[in-house]
């Protein structure tokens, strides 16, 4: 006999390393305990899974398991590092998830090829053992049972519901098959057994066959195999049927039952090319049918001359009765109650480690919001410094102790000189003028266009009259344009006061400021005694320490960021299941108050700055003693105003000369359109003048060119 052979899955090793990192954080013992447990479990898995085990690896496979268990409980499931198997429908696609009951379900899987793979040897003896292999196989069916039941896992294709029972079918249908043919091979079973066996394994072929037919992870082959063995099991009840009906002399019966068994099997052996293999149940089936087409015509001839019975139809067999002799057997190994684990008992379970998660969850946000709140602290902080820097900068510009804050003055500058300087605002403002006089020149020429066409055309009135010059007056024909014209006017005037305005503002910049560096402006143009006092040496040297002392405070509190919550917390939450993660929270920003209390920090920032405050008020007053040339301070101020003019005057010539662009663009257009109306007027004048110069055409009179001759 043939089994139906069970596809082999194939994996791959695991990342221990990942799973060691990762079970770590949850471990109330050291990496290395949790590494070795882990080494143990890779290397039964490399025994069992990636390696191809055998009948003799029970005792392995039952360690396997109740370590696949403990993970489960403890990790609910979840896997750091993915379990990577190939799919039973082809060794080159592979499923990966992150879950141990995917692990455990292939597992389970493996288990099965190992039965079958015994039930197979067992077959194969000098002298089969049908009841080992018969144990074996239901031991098949079991495995898929319990995978049903307790392993179906969503999203793969291998362990969807339709697959798995097909598979239990498929296997209780073969080992019942091999109660069939123990029957066959001894001779112990009557006809009319053998028929209800035979129905009772083609029926659960066809639970089999609608199960894989409706799976979209079953091979087409079992789909086509279990409904041939359906088929062919169906002829044999209806083969036995029809011989159990011969020795009971019911000759129309046998002839009925012997028509249905050859109708199954021509239904299946029209199914020979479908699957391009050699298959041994075609083989069955062909010898079954020559053997029934035999039968059927020995029947019939000797029904038709001796028995003379009454042959009923398919329609009137009733269905045959079957028999099950089989079961799924879930394995010992998994059905066995399970016990306290003495596997990675370090671990903690889901419950506790969620619970841990909740804590550590809340704990970041806590010290999120405590940082973000220095964080804002300090930022309003530098904000008040860097005010105090730029104030003592302001006055102590050019002094070797100090420095002049004048960065954004020197980036206008740049920014100017990167635009173009002066060479382009001057540039820019002689191009708008042409502009306009472009505008002006095209404006005049398109009403001198005009002009000179009213001239010629009151000419030539005055020439002809106007009982001859008759067409339309020019200021008609032309008032179109001339309105457009005038329309525009308005627009040149706008155009005109806005240059006028420019030009001033453009007079008021200092082309000194816009050439020349801010630096060397303020050296030159306002020079100040570079000796300080001994009081401003000594306040500014406070000032710097206060400085100094507001970094260090900031950098204090920066370590916030780094911070790294106690494992205190972690041993509270898995020493007592009792341990409320909420009051350790209270716990824990009380322990941040300690190390960086909100109030103090701020109490301590406005006291530092309270101090600067008055140190750089007096500074200031200690300068002003010292200096009383207050130039600096105006030239800042007429730098500032120089840079916004320059920008002020460079916009505003560009939306000039943008406007005056589309402003002329437009007269020209209408310059041609005044070209083609005085052409037009021209052609039209020469036309009529053509006209008037011919004279008019008299009718011919024959008499007077007569000759008169006197009498």
């Known amino acids: 006999m043939d089994i139906i052979e069970l596809p082999i899955k194939y994996t791959s090793p695991l990342n221990i390393t990942l799973w060691a990192e990762y079970l770590s954080q949850y471990s109330i013992v050291s990496k290395e305990r949790i590494e070795s447990e882990l080494e143990e479990f890779e290397n039964l898995r490399r025994k069992l899974c990636i390696k191809l085990p055998s009948f003799r690896d029970q005792q392995v496979a039952s360690v396997y398991l109740e370590m696949l268990d403990t993970l489960e409980e403890k990790l609910a499931g979840a896997a750091p590092s993915c379990f990577t198997w190939s799919l039973s429908s082809s060794p080159n696609q592979l499923e990966e998830f992150y879950d141990v009951r995917f692990e455990h379900a292939n597992f389970i899987y493996r288990l099965a090829n190992v039965y079958q793979a015994e039930a197979k040897a067992n077959l194969l003896k000098q002298e089969p053992n049908f009841i080992q292999a018969h144990k074996f196989l239901q031991l098949c069916a079991g495995c898929f049972s319990y995978i049903g039941k307790h392993c179906l896992y969503p999203g793969s294709l291998d362990f969807e519901s339709f697959l798995i029972k097909g598979w239990e079918h498929c296997f209780l249908a073969q080992a019942q098959s091999l109660v069939y ?48 063995e359906s088929l062919y099991y169906h002829s044999s009840s209806f083969f036995y049927l029809a011989r159990d009906a011969a020795s009971k002399h019911m000759y129309g019966n046998q002839i009925a039952f012997l028509e249905l068994a050859s109708h199954h099997c021509k239904k299946a052996l029209k199914k020979r090319f479908d699957i391009p293999i050699s298959i041994k149940v075609y083989e069955n089936l062909g010898t079954l049918s020559s053997v029934l087409d035999n039968q059927l015509r020995q029947a019939k001839r000797d029904n038709d001359f001796i028995y003379l019975e009454q042959v009923p139809s398919m329609q009137d067999i009733s269905d045959c009765d079957s028999v099950i002799m089989v079961q799924s057997v879930i394995p010992e190994i998994l059905s066995n109650p399970k016990k306290s684990s003495t596997y990675f008992t370090s671990i903690v379970d889901s419950e506790t480690r969620r619970r841990c998660e909740q804590f550590y969850k809340k704990a970041e946000t806590v010290l999120r919001v405590r940082d973000a709140e220095m964080l804002n602290m300090s930022t309003k902080g530098d904000e008040i410094v860097n005010g105090l820097k730029n104030r003592i900068a302001y006055y102590y510009c050019n002094d070797d102790e100090s420095s002049l804050n004048i960065q954004p003055i020197e980036e206008n500058y740049y920014k100017i000189k990167d635009s173009g300087g002066h060479e382009l605002l001057t540039k820019q403002a002689a191009s708008l003028t042409t502009l306009f006089n472009d505008i002006l020149i095209t404006f005049q020429q398109c009403n001198d266009i005009l002009d000179n066409e009213k001239e010629r055309n009151d000419f030539f009135i005055l020439k002809y009259g106007t009982d001859r010059w008759r067409r339309v007056p020019s200021e008609i024909a032309s008032k179109e344009l001339k309105d457009e014209l005038d329309s525009l006017r308005i627009n040149l005037i706008n155009m005109e006061n806005t240059i006028n305005d420019t030009k001033k503002l453009f007079e008021k910049i200092n082309p000194v400021y816009i050439t020349t560096k801010p630096e060397l402006l303020i050296t030159e143009l306002s020079p100040i005694d570079k000796s300080l006092s001994s009081l401003e040496r000594s306040l500014l040297s406070t000032l710097k320490n206060h400085f100094q002392s507001w970094e260090d405070l900031k950098d204090k509190r920066s370590l916030i960021r780094s911070y790294k919550i106690e494992p205190q917390y972690f041993f509270e939450l898995t020493s007592s299941k009792a341990a409320d993660p909420r009051v350790l929270i209270s716990k824990f920003e009380k322990q941040l108050d300690n190390l960086w209390n909100l109030k103090e920090k701020k109490w301590t920032q406005n006291k530092l700055f309270d101090e600067m405050s008055k140190l750089v008020d007096t500074l200031v007053d200690s300068y002003n003693e010292r200096q009383s040339n207050q130039s600096i301070k105006h030239l800042l101020q007429e730098l500032n105003e120089t840079y916004q003019l320059y920008w002020e005057v460079l916009n505003e010539i560009e939306i000039g000369i943008n406007f005056g662009n589309r402003l002329l663009d437009l007269l020209k257009r209408i310059q041609s359109k005044c070209a083609d109306y005085a052409n037009q007027r021209m052609e039209e004048a020469t036309s009529l003048i053509g006209k008037i110069s011919v004279p008019a055409r008299q009718p011919f009179n024959p008499n007077i060119h007569q000759i008169r001759f006197k009498k």
């Open 181 to 228: 043919q123990k029957g066959l091979l001894t001779n112990s079973i009557r006809d009319s057994a053998l028929s209800k066996i035979a129905v009772g394994i083609a029926k659960l072929y066809d639970d089999a066959h609608h199960y894989f037919e409706s799976s979209i992870g079953a091979q087409s082959y079992f789909v086509h195999i279990t409904f041939l």
